[in-house]
């Protein structure tokens, strides 16, 4: 199975750990970071690479951060560039985070980053114009000269 790390500002990966688990239950082989106000951006890398190596079965580590080009993304990123079997998602939301821990299993990492990034993708939406098209009257068929 993959290994999931997530991590983000403040309560991200928390808050996104609480969600998870009440949408898929207790998940092993992942691991949530937060990055907070105390903390400096050498101590997040160290809990980063910690949390890799605990949720690594050899299959792979996939990290999920908040923002890309974030500290923790930064840093996840620089793992990325030293470590193998190792692939990172910057911008990661809950139905992307939720997903992980229902795909990850008998897929390769390549192919969960594609799914994910697929699911994140879809998962946007302008819900006005989504209820502007369930709202608008439907067409009326015009009848047609011989009556049928």
């Not at 991590?7 to 970071?33: C, K, R, T, W």
């Not at 997040?44 to 690479?49: P, T």
């Not at 990034?117 to 879809?122: H, K, M, V, W, Y």
């Not at 819900?127 to 369930?134: D, G, N, T, W």
């Amino acid at each position: 199975m993959i290994g999931i790390v997530v991590s983000g500002h403040i309560n991200f990966a928390s808050g996104m750990q609480s969600a998870v688990q009440a949408i898929a239950g207790e998940q092993d082989q992942m691991e949530f970071i937060d990055f907070v106000e105390s903390m400096s951006t050498e101590e997040l890398e160290v809990q980063l690479r910690q949390a890799a190596q605990q949720v690594d079965s050899g299959e792979g580590v996939l990290f999920l951060t908040d923002i890309p080009g974030g500290s923790p993304c930064n840093r996840a990123l620089s793992i990325m560039m030293d470590t193998q079997n190792i692939e990172l998602i910057g911008g990661a939301n809950l139905p992307m985070i939720a997903n992980a821990a229902f795909e990850r299993d008998g897929v390769s990492l390549q192919e969960l980053v594609n799914t994910l990034l697929e699911i994140g993708a879809s998962c946007m939406q302008d819900m006005r114009k989504e209820l502007e098209a369930v709202m608008a009257p439907e067409p009326v068929a015009e009848e047609s000269e011989d009556g049928l």
